[in-house]
Protein backbone atom coordinates (compact mmCIF):
# COMPACT_ATOMS: atom_id res chain seq x y z
CA UNK A 1 0.00 0.00 0.00
CA UNK A 2 1.11 3.32 -1.31
CA UNK A 3 0.21 6.20 1.30
CA UNK A 4 0.40 9.93 0.81
CA UNK A 5 -0.18 12.36 3.99
CA UNK A 6 -0.09 15.77 5.58
CA UNK A 7 -0.55 16.82 9.20
CA UNK A 8 -0.98 20.11 10.49
CA UNK A 9 -1.34 21.16 14.39
CA UNK A 10 -2.40 24.85 15.34
CA UNK A 11 -2.98 26.87 18.66
CA UNK A 12 -6.42 28.18 17.61
CA UNK A 13 -7.76 32.16 17.87
CA UNK A 14 -8.47 31.93 21.97
CA UNK A 15 -6.17 29.36 23.48
CA UNK A 16 -2.55 31.01 25.02
CA UNK A 17 -0.56 27.42 24.10
CA UNK A 18 -1.35 24.17 21.86
CA UNK A 19 -2.06 21.50 24.13
CA UNK A 20 -2.23 19.27 21.00
CA UNK A 21 0.45 16.92 19.50
CA UNK A 22 0.88 15.07 16.45
CA UNK A 23 3.54 12.29 15.46
CA UNK A 24 4.11 9.79 12.73
CA UNK A 25 6.38 7.12 11.81
CA UNK A 26 6.59 6.48 8.20
CA UNK A 27 8.24 4.28 5.62
CA UNK A 28 11.02 2.92 4.61
CA UNK A 29 11.64 1.98 8.30
CA UNK A 30 12.57 -1.95 9.80
CA UNK A 31 9.29 -2.87 10.21
CA UNK A 32 7.99 -1.87 7.22
CA UNK A 33 4.54 -0.07 9.08
CA UNK A 34 3.25 3.09 8.73
CA UNK A 35 2.01 4.87 12.71
CA UNK A 36 -0.21 7.90 12.63
CA UNK A 37 -0.50 9.68 16.17
CA UNK A 38 -2.84 12.41 17.40
CA UNK A 39 -3.65 13.94 20.90
CA UNK A 40 -5.28 16.42 22.53
CA UNK A 41 -3.37 16.76 26.21
CA UNK A 42 -5.74 18.47 29.07
CA UNK A 43 -4.55 19.71 32.69
CA UNK A 44 -3.76 23.90 31.62
CA UNK A 45 -1.24 24.90 29.03
CA UNK A 46 2.26 23.52 30.64
CA UNK A 47 0.44 19.88 31.66
CA UNK A 48 -1.59 19.44 29.10
CA UNK A 49 1.36 20.42 26.20
CA UNK A 50 3.70 17.72 28.52
CA UNK A 51 1.13 14.91 28.62
CA UNK A 52 0.46 14.63 24.68
CA UNK A 53 3.81 15.09 23.81
CA UNK A 54 5.00 12.05 26.33
CA UNK A 55 1.87 10.38 24.39
CA UNK A 56 3.06 10.73 20.84
CA UNK A 57 6.78 10.17 21.84
CA UNK A 58 6.37 6.64 24.04
CA UNK A 59 4.42 5.21 21.31
CA UNK A 60 6.76 6.19 18.98
CA UNK A 61 9.42 4.62 20.63
CA UNK A 62 7.00 1.55 21.40
CA UNK A 63 7.02 0.82 17.50
CA UNK A 64 10.47 1.63 16.70
CA UNK A 65 11.27 -0.91 19.17
CA UNK A 66 10.28 -4.29 19.76
CA UNK A 67 6.50 -4.32 19.15
CA UNK A 68 4.12 -7.04 19.56
CA UNK A 69 3.94 -8.98 16.34
CA UNK A 70 -0.34 -8.68 16.84
CA UNK A 71 -1.10 -5.41 15.37
CA UNK A 72 -3.88 -5.18 18.06
CA UNK A 73 -2.20 -6.10 20.92
CA UNK A 74 0.59 -3.62 19.76
CA UNK A 75 -1.61 -0.87 19.73
CA UNK A 76 -3.45 -1.56 22.73
CA UNK A 77 0.60 -2.43 24.66
CA UNK A 78 1.97 1.35 23.08
CA UNK A 79 -1.03 3.21 24.48
CA UNK A 80 -0.97 1.31 27.52
CA UNK A 81 2.89 2.03 27.62
CA UNK A 82 2.45 5.82 27.05
CA UNK A 83 -0.54 5.89 30.17
CA UNK A 84 2.23 4.95 31.88
CA UNK A 85 4.82 7.23 31.18
CA UNK A 86 2.17 10.17 31.64
CA UNK A 87 0.96 8.90 35.11
CA UNK A 88 4.33 8.36 36.29
CA UNK A 89 5.60 11.82 34.94
CA UNK A 90 2.49 13.26 37.07
CA UNK A 91 3.42 11.51 40.32
CA UNK A 92 7.07 12.28 40.34
CA UNK A 93 6.24 16.17 39.26
CA UNK A 94 3.36 17.34 41.52
CA UNK A 95 2.82 20.67 38.86
CA UNK A 96 1.49 17.91 36.27
CA UNK A 97 -0.45 16.11 38.76
CA UNK A 98 -3.89 15.88 36.43
CA UNK A 99 -2.47 15.95 33.44
CA UNK A 100 -3.94 13.65 30.67
CA UNK A 101 -4.72 13.53 26.98
CA UNK A 102 -6.71 11.93 24.37
CA UNK A 103 -5.11 9.65 21.67
CA UNK A 104 -6.15 7.97 18.34
CA UNK A 105 -3.16 5.57 16.59
CA UNK A 106 -3.60 4.61 12.90
CA UNK A 107 -0.96 2.05 11.60
CA UNK A 108 -0.48 0.49 8.82
CA UNK A 109 1.02 -3.04 7.91
CA UNK A 110 1.26 -4.85 4.98
CA UNK A 111 -1.66 -3.15 3.28
CA UNK A 112 -4.06 -3.48 5.99
CA UNK A 113 -5.35 -0.18 8.38
CA UNK A 114 -5.52 -1.03 12.15
CA UNK A 115 -6.51 1.59 14.61
CA UNK A 116 -7.08 2.54 18.71
CA UNK A 117 -8.24 5.37 20.75
CA UNK A 118 -8.61 6.53 23.88
CA UNK A 119 -10.89 9.99 24.49
CA UNK A 120 -12.71 11.97 22.50
CA UNK A 121 -10.57 12.37 19.65
CA UNK A 122 -11.94 10.66 16.28
CA UNK A 123 -10.79 8.78 13.18
CA UNK A 124 -12.57 8.98 9.72
CA UNK A 125 -12.61 7.55 6.99
CA UNK A 126 -14.03 8.66 3.47
CA UNK A 127 -15.07 6.52 0.66
CA UNK A 128 -16.70 6.92 -2.76
CA UNK A 129 -17.26 10.82 -1.64
CA UNK A 130 -18.69 9.70 1.97
CA UNK A 131 -17.55 10.36 4.95
CA UNK A 132 -17.95 7.58 8.00
CA UNK A 133 -16.53 7.75 11.80
CA UNK A 134 -14.62 4.65 12.57
CA UNK A 135 -14.03 5.71 16.29
CA UNK A 136 -17.26 6.38 18.38
CA UNK A 137 -16.53 9.17 21.65
CA UNK A 138 -15.49 8.40 25.15
CA UNK A 139 -17.26 10.75 26.58
CA UNK A 140 -20.45 11.31 28.67
CA UNK A 141 -22.62 13.41 25.57
CA UNK A 142 -21.58 10.05 23.61
CA UNK A 143 -23.06 8.20 26.40
CA UNK A 144 -26.41 10.37 25.81
CA UNK A 145 -26.50 9.73 22.24
CA UNK A 146 -26.52 5.87 22.76
CA UNK A 147 -29.00 5.84 25.47
CA UNK A 148 -31.00 7.80 22.96
CA UNK A 149 -31.34 10.95 25.63
CA UNK A 150 -30.23 13.65 22.87
CA UNK A 151 -29.08 13.17 18.87
CA UNK A 152 -25.84 13.84 17.41
CA UNK A 153 -26.60 17.35 16.51
CA UNK A 154 -27.33 18.14 20.27
CA UNK A 155 -24.39 16.63 21.53
CA UNK A 156 -22.08 18.96 20.12
CA UNK A 157 -23.62 22.33 22.07
CA UNK A 158 -23.89 20.10 25.37
CA UNK A 159 -22.77 22.11 27.87
CA UNK A 160 -21.00 18.90 29.21
CA UNK A 161 -19.78 17.62 25.94
CA UNK A 162 -16.12 18.49 26.66
CA UNK A 163 -16.51 15.64 29.67
CA UNK A 164 -14.63 12.26 29.07
CA UNK A 165 -15.24 8.85 30.40
CA UNK A 166 -11.40 7.66 29.52
CA UNK A 167 -8.19 9.37 29.18
CA UNK A 168 -4.49 8.81 29.73
CA UNK A 169 -2.56 9.97 32.41
CA UNK A 170 -5.52 9.97 34.71
CA UNK A 171 -4.81 6.67 36.47
CA UNK A 172 -2.12 3.99 36.19
CA UNK A 173 -4.19 1.50 34.27
CA UNK A 174 -6.44 2.60 31.12
CA UNK A 175 -9.33 0.97 28.83
CA UNK A 176 -7.62 1.33 25.52
CA UNK A 177 -10.83 0.42 22.64
CA UNK A 178 -8.74 -1.42 19.36
CA UNK A 179 -10.64 -2.18 16.29
CA UNK A 180 -10.80 -5.79 16.31
CA UNK A 181 -10.72 -6.34 12.53
CA UNK A 182 -8.24 -4.94 10.15
CA UNK A 183 -10.03 -2.58 7.63
CA UNK A 184 -9.24 -3.27 4.28
CA UNK A 185 -8.97 0.60 2.11
CA UNK A 186 -8.95 0.93 -1.46
CA UNK A 187 -7.08 3.30 -3.94
CA UNK A 188 -8.51 7.06 -3.55
CA UNK A 189 -9.75 6.66 0.00
CA UNK A 190 -8.57 8.94 2.67
CA UNK A 191 -7.58 8.34 6.78
CA UNK A 192 -8.54 11.27 9.42
CA UNK A 193 -7.23 11.90 12.46
CA UNK A 194 -8.22 14.72 14.58
CA UNK A 195 -8.71 16.25 17.52
CA UNK A 196 -12.23 17.92 18.76
CA UNK A 197 -10.98 21.24 17.88
CA UNK A 198 -11.44 20.72 14.53
CA UNK A 199 -14.93 18.20 14.59
CA UNK A 200 -16.44 20.35 17.60
CA UNK A 201 -16.62 23.50 15.63
CA UNK A 202 -17.73 21.65 12.30
CA UNK A 203 -19.65 19.15 11.42
CA UNK A 204 -19.13 15.74 9.46
CA UNK A 205 -20.92 17.58 6.18
CA UNK A 206 -18.78 20.61 6.20
CA UNK A 207 -15.73 18.35 6.43
CA UNK A 208 -16.87 15.63 3.97
CA UNK A 209 -17.44 19.17 1.34
CA UNK A 210 -13.51 19.25 1.82
CA UNK A 211 -13.02 15.95 1.09
CA UNK A 212 -14.39 15.84 -1.78
CA UNK A 213 -12.86 18.83 -3.64
CA UNK A 214 -10.31 17.90 -5.97
CA UNK A 215 -6.86 19.58 -4.10
CA UNK A 216 -4.41 18.11 -2.95
CA UNK A 217 -4.39 17.00 0.63
CA UNK A 218 -2.37 20.19 1.97
CA UNK A 219 -5.22 22.44 0.39
CA UNK A 220 -8.18 20.30 2.18
CA UNK A 221 -6.07 20.30 5.79
CA UNK A 222 -5.91 23.90 5.40
CA UNK A 223 -9.19 24.53 4.47
CA UNK A 224 -10.64 22.35 7.09
CA UNK A 225 -8.66 24.56 9.56
CA UNK A 226 -9.35 27.77 8.24
CA UNK A 227 -12.95 26.82 8.37
CA UNK A 228 -12.71 26.08 12.19
CA UNK A 229 -11.19 29.18 12.86
CA UNK A 230 -14.06 30.90 11.00
CA UNK A 231 -16.37 29.05 13.31
CA UNK A 232 -14.82 30.53 16.40
CA UNK A 233 -11.18 28.67 16.81
CA UNK A 234 -11.64 28.13 20.14
CA UNK A 235 -9.81 25.56 20.66
CA UNK A 236 -6.40 24.34 19.47
CA UNK A 237 -7.08 22.53 16.07
CA UNK A 238 -5.07 19.25 14.94
CA UNK A 239 -5.99 17.31 11.37
CA UNK A 240 -3.53 14.78 10.43
CA UNK A 241 -5.06 13.38 6.50
CA UNK A 242 -3.93 10.19 4.94
CA UNK A 243 -4.32 9.57 1.23
CA UNK A 244 -4.38 5.85 0.06
CA UNK A 245 -2.72 6.24 -3.29
CA UNK A 246 -2.06 2.70 -4.18
CA UNK A 247 -3.67 -0.55 -2.69
CA UNK A 248 -4.51 -3.82 -4.05
CA UNK A 249 -8.17 -3.95 -2.19
CA UNK A 250 -11.10 -2.93 -4.70
CA UNK A 251 -13.38 -2.80 -2.18
CA UNK A 252 -13.92 -0.84 1.58
CA UNK A 253 -14.19 -2.60 4.53
CA UNK A 254 -14.75 -1.34 7.49
CA UNK A 255 -16.90 -0.87 10.53
CA UNK A 256 -19.82 2.69 10.60
CA UNK A 257 -19.37 3.87 14.11
CA UNK A 258 -21.53 7.15 13.00
CA UNK A 259 -24.27 7.65 15.56
CA UNK A 260 -27.73 6.28 14.18
CA UNK A 261 -29.49 9.81 13.89
CA UNK A 262 -26.36 11.35 11.84
CA UNK A 263 -27.16 11.81 8.10
CA UNK A 264 -24.09 14.01 7.47
CA UNK A 265 -22.40 10.83 5.07
CA UNK A 266 -25.86 9.89 3.19
CA UNK A 267 -25.13 11.09 -0.57
CA UNK A 268 -27.72 14.22 -2.18
CA UNK A 269 -29.09 11.56 -4.11
CA UNK A 270 -30.50 9.27 -1.57
CA UNK A 271 -32.01 12.46 0.55
CA UNK A 272 -33.73 13.66 -3.07
CA UNK A 273 -35.13 9.97 -3.46
CA UNK A 274 -36.47 9.91 -0.13
CA UNK A 275 -38.35 12.79 -0.15
CA UNK A 276 -39.44 13.60 -3.89
CA UNK A 277 -38.86 10.40 -6.20
CA UNK A 278 -42.22 8.71 -6.72
CA UNK A 279 -41.31 4.61 -6.02
CA UNK A 280 -41.97 2.32 -8.50
CA UNK A 281 -43.47 -1.59 -7.67
CA UNK A 282 -39.68 -2.33 -9.21
CA UNK A 283 -38.32 -0.74 -6.23
CA UNK A 284 -40.46 -2.25 -3.50
CA UNK A 285 -39.39 -5.92 -5.60
CA UNK A 286 -35.65 -5.13 -5.10
CA UNK A 287 -35.96 -4.05 -1.75
CA UNK A 288 -37.66 -7.44 -0.95
CA UNK A 289 -34.85 -9.13 -2.34
CA UNK A 290 -32.78 -7.43 -0.94
CA UNK A 291 -33.77 -7.94 2.26
CA UNK A 292 -34.06 -11.77 2.02
CA UNK A 293 -30.48 -11.98 1.19
CA UNK A 294 -29.50 -10.19 4.81
CA UNK A 295 -31.49 -12.35 6.63
CA UNK A 296 -30.47 -15.31 4.68
CA UNK A 297 -26.95 -14.03 5.39
CA UNK A 298 -27.88 -13.37 9.15
CA UNK A 299 -29.38 -16.76 9.37
CA UNK A 300 -25.77 -18.53 8.46
CA UNK A 301 -23.67 -16.18 10.62
CA UNK A 302 -25.90 -17.17 13.35
CA UNK A 303 -25.45 -20.98 12.64
CA UNK A 304 -21.61 -20.53 12.08
CA UNK A 305 -21.27 -18.77 15.44
CA UNK A 306 -23.56 -21.47 17.52
CA UNK A 307 -21.33 -24.29 15.77
CA UNK A 308 -18.59 -25.19 18.02
CA UNK A 309 -16.49 -26.60 14.86
CA UNK A 310 -17.04 -24.20 12.15
CA UNK A 311 -14.81 -21.79 14.10
CA UNK A 312 -12.31 -20.97 16.71
CA UNK A 313 -12.55 -17.21 18.90
CA UNK A 314 -9.29 -16.75 20.10
CA UNK A 315 -9.15 -14.30 22.82
CA UNK A 316 -6.33 -11.94 22.63
CA UNK A 317 -7.15 -9.28 25.26
CA UNK A 318 -10.07 -7.82 27.29
CA UNK A 319 -10.44 -5.31 24.21
CA UNK A 320 -9.77 -7.40 21.14
CA UNK A 321 -11.19 -10.63 19.71
CA UNK A 322 -9.74 -12.03 16.03
CA UNK A 323 -11.80 -14.54 14.39
CA UNK A 324 -8.98 -17.46 13.52
CA UNK A 325 -9.43 -21.14 12.06
CA UNK A 326 -7.34 -22.26 14.72
CA UNK A 327 -5.70 -21.12 17.98
CA UNK A 328 -2.21 -18.87 17.32
CA UNK A 329 0.32 -18.38 19.73
CA UNK A 330 -0.62 -15.12 22.36
CA UNK A 331 2.44 -13.32 22.52
CA UNK A 332 3.10 -10.33 24.31
CA UNK A 333 5.88 -7.57 25.29
CA UNK A 334 6.29 -5.71 28.20
CA UNK A 335 8.31 -2.81 28.94
CA UNK A 336 9.66 -0.24 31.49
CA UNK A 337 11.31 2.65 30.91
CA UNK A 338 13.60 4.29 33.35
CA UNK A 339 12.79 8.11 34.05
CA UNK A 340 15.17 11.07 35.98
CA UNK A 341 15.63 9.97 38.82
CA UNK A 342 15.46 5.80 38.81
CA UNK A 343 18.25 3.53 39.80
CA UNK A 344 18.36 0.04 38.67
CA UNK A 345 16.54 -1.21 41.87
CA UNK A 346 13.75 0.96 40.55
CA UNK A 347 13.57 -0.52 37.57
CA UNK A 348 13.98 -4.32 38.67
CA UNK A 349 11.13 -3.84 40.96
CA UNK A 350 8.90 -1.90 38.09
CA UNK A 351 9.53 -4.30 35.88
CA UNK A 352 8.50 -7.12 38.32
CA UNK A 353 5.24 -5.35 39.52
CA UNK A 354 3.91 -4.89 35.96
CA UNK A 355 4.94 -8.55 35.06
CA UNK A 356 3.62 -9.86 38.26
CA UNK A 357 0.05 -8.58 37.54
CA UNK A 358 0.03 -10.33 33.74
CA UNK A 359 1.56 -13.51 34.62
CA UNK A 360 1.71 -14.03 38.36
CA UNK A 361 4.55 -13.54 41.16
CA UNK A 362 5.56 -17.50 41.02
CA UNK A 363 5.92 -17.09 37.30
CA UNK A 364 8.14 -14.21 37.01
CA UNK A 365 11.46 -15.19 35.72
CA UNK A 366 14.33 -12.96 36.79
CA UNK A 367 16.82 -14.30 34.02
CA UNK A 368 14.29 -13.42 31.13
CA UNK A 369 14.59 -9.59 30.67
CA UNK A 370 16.75 -7.78 28.53
CA UNK A 371 17.92 -4.38 28.67
CA UNK A 372 18.51 -2.02 26.04
CA UNK A 373 20.37 1.91 25.99
CA UNK A 374 18.13 4.68 24.65
CA UNK A 375 17.84 4.76 21.37
CA UNK A 376 20.13 1.66 21.03
CA UNK A 377 18.59 -1.15 18.94
CA UNK A 378 21.12 -3.82 20.54
CA UNK A 379 20.07 -5.82 23.49
CA UNK A 380 22.20 -6.09 26.54
CA UNK A 381 21.63 -9.61 28.31
CA UNK A 382 20.41 -9.36 31.68
CA UNK A 383 23.79 -10.71 32.74
CA UNK A 384 25.85 -8.10 31.69
CA UNK A 385 23.19 -5.30 32.77
CA UNK A 386 23.74 -6.60 36.75
CA UNK A 387 27.41 -6.67 36.33
CA UNK A 388 28.37 -4.35 34.25
CA UNK A 389 25.69 -1.23 34.14
CA UNK A 390 26.06 1.01 37.10
CA UNK A 391 23.86 3.80 36.60
CA UNK A 392 20.18 4.58 33.92
CA UNK A 393 20.12 6.73 31.89
CA UNK A 394 16.55 8.65 30.88
CA UNK A 395 14.89 6.22 28.19
CA UNK A 396 16.90 3.13 29.30
CA UNK A 397 14.59 0.35 29.96
CA UNK A 398 13.80 -3.89 30.83
CA UNK A 399 11.73 -5.70 28.27
CA UNK A 400 10.34 -9.33 28.38
CA UNK A 401 8.09 -11.39 26.05
CA UNK A 402 5.29 -13.55 27.20
CA UNK A 403 4.08 -16.05 25.03
CA UNK A 404 0.65 -18.08 26.32
CA UNK A 405 1.16 -16.46 29.79
CA UNK A 406 5.07 -17.85 30.26
CA UNK A 407 8.19 -15.39 30.24
CA UNK A 408 10.23 -16.76 26.95
CA UNK A 409 14.09 -16.15 27.75
CA UNK A 410 16.34 -15.22 25.16
CA UNK A 411 18.84 -16.90 23.57
CA UNK A 412 21.38 -14.26 25.15
CA UNK A 413 20.88 -14.72 28.51
CA UNK A 414 21.03 -18.28 28.53
CA UNK A 415 24.62 -18.52 28.09
CA UNK A 416 26.43 -19.09 31.83
CA UNK A 417 27.51 -16.40 34.29
CA UNK A 418 30.29 -16.84 36.33
CA UNK A 419 27.80 -15.15 38.78
CA UNK A 420 24.85 -16.45 38.08
CA UNK A 421 24.49 -19.48 36.37
CA UNK A 422 21.22 -20.62 36.95
CA UNK A 423 17.56 -19.94 35.24
CA UNK A 424 15.54 -20.18 38.00
CA UNK A 425 12.02 -17.90 38.73
CA UNK A 426 12.81 -14.89 40.82
CA UNK A 427 10.43 -16.37 43.76
CA UNK A 428 12.32 -19.95 44.38
CA UNK A 429 14.96 -18.10 44.82
CA UNK A 430 14.30 -15.56 47.21
CA UNK A 431 12.44 -18.68 49.43
CA UNK A 432 15.52 -20.28 49.02
CA UNK A 433 18.08 -17.73 50.05
CA UNK A 434 15.03 -16.77 52.85
CA UNK A 435 15.25 -19.92 54.16
CA UNK A 436 19.59 -19.84 54.03
CA UNK A 437 19.13 -16.65 55.91
CA UNK A 438 16.68 -18.29 58.55
CA UNK A 439 18.98 -21.01 58.95
CA UNK A 440 21.90 -18.56 59.31
CA UNK A 441 20.18 -16.83 62.11
CA UNK A 442 18.97 -19.34 64.11
CA UNK A 443 22.11 -21.22 64.09
CA UNK A 444 24.17 -17.29 64.97
CA UNK A 445 21.21 -17.12 67.73
CA UNK A 446 22.32 -20.60 69.15
CA UNK A 447 25.78 -19.59 69.59
CA UNK A 448 25.18 -16.67 70.65
CA UNK A 449 22.54 -18.06 73.95
CA UNK A 450 25.63 -20.43 74.23
CA UNK A 451 28.12 -17.77 75.04
CA UNK A 452 25.86 -15.64 77.26
CA UNK A 453 25.36 -19.49 79.56
CA UNK A 454 29.44 -19.79 79.63
CA UNK A 455 29.63 -15.89 80.48
CA UNK A 456 26.73 -16.32 83.04
CA UNK A 457 28.44 -19.30 84.57
CA UNK A 458 31.80 -17.68 84.59
CA UNK A 459 30.53 -15.12 86.36
CA UNK A 460 28.14 -17.18 88.70
CA UNK A 461 31.81 -19.00 89.82
CA UNK A 462 33.98 -16.17 90.49
CA UNK A 463 31.45 -14.27 92.36
CA UNK A 464 31.02 -17.93 94.62
CA UNK A 465 34.92 -17.83 95.02
CA UNK A 466 34.72 -14.39 96.13
CA UNK A 467 32.31 -14.32 98.63
CA UNK A 468 34.00 -17.80 100.23
CA UNK A 469 37.43 -16.28 100.37
CA UNK A 470 35.39 -13.14 102.57
CA UNK A 471 33.89 -15.60 104.99
CA UNK A 472 37.04 -17.53 105.75
CA UNK A 473 36.90 -20.45 102.97
CA UNK A 474 40.03 -21.23 101.97
CA UNK A 475 40.46 -20.12 98.84
CA UNK A 476 41.91 -23.22 96.41
CA UNK A 477 45.58 -22.95 95.60
CA UNK A 478 46.90 -21.50 92.31
CA UNK A 479 49.03 -23.90 90.05
CA UNK A 480 52.21 -21.96 90.85
CA UNK A 481 51.74 -22.22 94.53
CA UNK A 482 50.98 -25.77 94.25
CA UNK A 483 54.14 -27.09 92.36
CA UNK A 484 56.09 -24.74 94.96
CA UNK A 485 54.78 -26.55 97.84
CA UNK A 486 55.41 -29.90 95.71
CA UNK A 487 58.61 -29.08 95.28
CA UNK A 488 58.89 -27.69 99.36
CA UNK A 489 57.71 -30.98 100.02
CA UNK A 490 60.37 -33.26 97.96
CA UNK A 491 63.05 -31.00 99.58
CA UNK A 492 62.10 -31.67 103.07
CA UNK A 493 61.79 -35.52 101.88
CA UNK A 494 65.11 -36.20 100.64
CA UNK A 495 66.54 -34.31 103.47
CA UNK A 496 64.86 -36.19 105.97
CA UNK A 497 65.90 -39.54 104.15
CA UNK A 498 69.72 -38.15 104.39
CA UNK A 499 69.25 -37.69 108.03
CA UNK A 500 67.82 -41.14 108.27
CA UNK A 501 70.57 -42.63 105.86
CA UNK A 502 72.92 -40.77 108.41
CA UNK A 503 71.82 -42.10 111.72
CA UNK A 504 71.76 -45.50 110.22
CA UNK A 505 75.16 -45.12 109.28
CA UNK A 506 75.55 -44.22 112.85
CA UNK A 507 74.37 -47.29 114.34
CA UNK A 508 75.75 -49.53 112.15
CA UNK A 509 79.55 -47.80 113.22
CA UNK A 510 78.38 -48.37 116.45
CA UNK A 511 77.65 -52.11 116.44
CA UNK A 512 80.83 -53.34 114.59
CA UNK A 513 82.68 -51.37 117.69
CA UNK A 514 80.95 -53.16 120.29
CA UNK A 515 81.68 -56.59 118.15
Same mark, same amino acid.
Given at each position: ??????S?T?V?LV?K???DS???????NK???NV??V?????G??????????AV??I??????N?????QLA?????T?A?I?????A?A???F??M???C??????E?LI???H???? &?IY??????????T?D?S???????????T?Q????????????R?L????E???E???K??L?K??D?F??CSD???G????R?I???LKT??S??T?VN??I??A??????D??????IQV??S??I????V??N?E?????R?????I?KQ???R?P??Y?K?????SS?????????YL??N?NA????E??????VI????V?RK??I???A??????D???????N??S?Q??K?N?????P?F????KDK??????Y????KEL???D???VS?T??KIDI???N?A???????NMF??EI??????????L?K????? &????E??S??KQKK??T?KI?????????D?????????K??????????????LE??????I?????
Amino acid at each position: MKLNYFSKTVVGLVRKANEDSIGSITKPNKLNINVRIVCDGMGGHIGGAKASKIAVESIQEYFTNNPNPVPQLALKEAITFANIQIYGSAQAEPEFKGMGTTCTVLLEIEGLIYIAHVGDS &RIYIHTDKKLYRITKDHSYVQELVDKGEITDQQMETHPKKNQLTRALGISDEVEVEVVSKPILAKTGDYFMLCSDGLNGLINDRMINSVLKTNVSIETMVNNLITMAEAAGGHDNISVDLIQVLESEHIRTQFVNKNNEDLVDTRTQQIVIEKQFKKRKPLYYIKNKIVLSSILLGLFFVGYLLLNDNALHVEELSEDVKVIEKKPVNRKDTIKVIAIEGWGKDKLNNELFNKVSKQVGKENYCKDCPLFFREGKDKPISIHKYRKEIKELGVGDYLIVSVTNGKIDIPEINKAKNEDNTENMFSTEIVRQEKEKREALKKQAEKK &RKEREKDSLDKQKKDNTMKIGFEVGIKKPDSIKSVKKKKKTEKKKKKKNSSKSNLEQKENDTISSKKE
